[in-house]
């Protein structure tokens, strides 16, 4: 592997990404997915800046390697972040079949400069605490939950995902 395709060189451009962003009102969040074969796609934290909360720099060069492969399955792909990943991000790259994830800065790294994910991070630990935001199964009034499930299940045209 030369050195254009180590994950430092890749977590240096995340890096270089994320500052440059700060410099344009945008959080200090870079990342960069390379496909299978070898396509790069960057992406910045525009949170603040859409005044979009999923925004985060992971999720949108996911967004763009998807739009740019045509294809919501990136299997094969590496994610390259200037800091460790959310657990919003860890979960996206989850979806996208992401096959390894790199960072740079870690978690305590970013909690030092005013992002304390923490509560996040234990929230989705088995023995967090979910008074941050409860969650509870409901029953809808009409119909039944599952109904949205037999109407996938029928529909002979869908994509699986």
């Known amino acids: 592997m030369d050195d254009s395709q180590q994950p430092s060189h890749f977590l240096a ?21 390379v496909t299978a074969d070898g396509r790069e796609f960057a992406g910045l934290n ?8 999923t925004a985060h720099a992971e999720v949108t ?43 740079a800065a870690d978690r305590h790294d970013a909690a030092d400069a005013g992002f304390d994910d923490a509560l996040f991070y234990e929230y989705f630990d088995a023995a967090g605490d979910r008074a941050l935001m409860p969650v509870a199964k409901a029953e809808p009034e009409a119909g039944r939950a599952v109904d949205p499930f037999d109407a996938w299940r029928a529909n002979t045209g869908r994509i699986d995902y």
Request: hydrophobic share 40%.
């Open 13 to 33: 451009k995340a890096v270089e990404l994320a500052t440059e962003n700060v410099r344009n009102n945008g959080g200090p969040f870079g990342a960069i997915v």
């Open 46 to 53: 525009r949170v603040t800046a859409t005044l979009d909360p």
């Open 61 to 103: 060069a996911i967004r763009a390697a998807c739009q740019g492969v045509g294809s919501f399955d990136l299997s094969g792909a590496t994610l390259y972040s200037s800091c460790e990943p959310c657990p919003m991000c860890l979960a996206s790259s989850l979806w996208a079949r992401i096959g390894h994830v790199y960072f």
